[in-house]
């Protein structure tokens, strides 16, 4: 069997070095303005229910991703919010891309309810800054 030649990217931009970090209030309306202003939060989870997500909006109970034991990190990009057109329900979500590829999930995202500490999401959440 032939190998396939791997073709490396060139980056000709210096790196940029990481000047520190700073932990996050466990608090989601923090989180959600630490976002706007700061860019991408790096936060624990557990991945309990990461592992049976399919798409959509995940609204797993407290039973199903106990919050008290998380054991991955996550990268959360961004939020929003649905509204059902039928009902109206509006229903606020975390935008969070995920390190298992673009296979997993939307195309490497999860869409995770935001505003009660689903799957422990505020238990250590930080952003790092650059000089």
């Given at each position: 069997m032939k190998?396939?030649?791997?073709?490396r990217a060139r980056c000709d931009t210096q790196p940029i070095p990481v000047a520190g970090f700073r932990k996050v209030e466990a608090n989601e309306e923090i989180m959600k303005e630490c976002v706007f202003q700061y860019g991408p939060l790096t936060?624990?989870?557990?991945?309990a229910s990461l592992h049976k997500y399919k798409?959509?909006?995940d609204e797993p109970t407290d039973g199903q991703c106990p919050p008290d034991s998380v054991d991955h990190h996550v990268l959360?990009?961004?939020y929003?919010?649905?509204e059902d057109p039928d009902t109206g329900k509006r229903t606020p979500y975390w935008i969070i891309k995920n390190s298992w590829g673009?296979?997993?999930?939307?195309n490497g995202y999860y869409y995770l309810?935001?505003?009660r500490n689903a799957c422990g999401i505020t238990t250590d959440?930080?952003?790092s800054f650059v000089k």
């Amino acid at each position: 069997m032939k190998r396939k030649k791997v073709r490396r990217a060139r980056c000709d931009t210096q790196p940029i070095p990481v000047a520190g970090f700073r932990k996050v209030e466990a608090n989601e309306e923090i989180m959600k303005e630490c976002v706007f202003q700061y860019g991408p939060l790096t936060a624990a989870i557990n991945s309990a229910s990461l592992h049976k997500y399919k798409g959509g909006i995940d609204e797993p109970t407290d039973g199903q991703c106990p919050p008290d034991s998380v054991d991955h990190h996550v990268l959360i990009v961004g939020y929003s919010e649905y509204e059902d057109p039928d009902t109206g329900k509006r229903t606020p979500y975390w935008i969070i891309k995920n390190s298992w590829g673009t296979n997993f999930g939307d195309n490497g995202y999860y869409y995770l309810v935001r505003g009660r500490n689903a799957c422990g999401i505020t238990t250590d959440v930080s952003f790092s800054f650059v000089k």
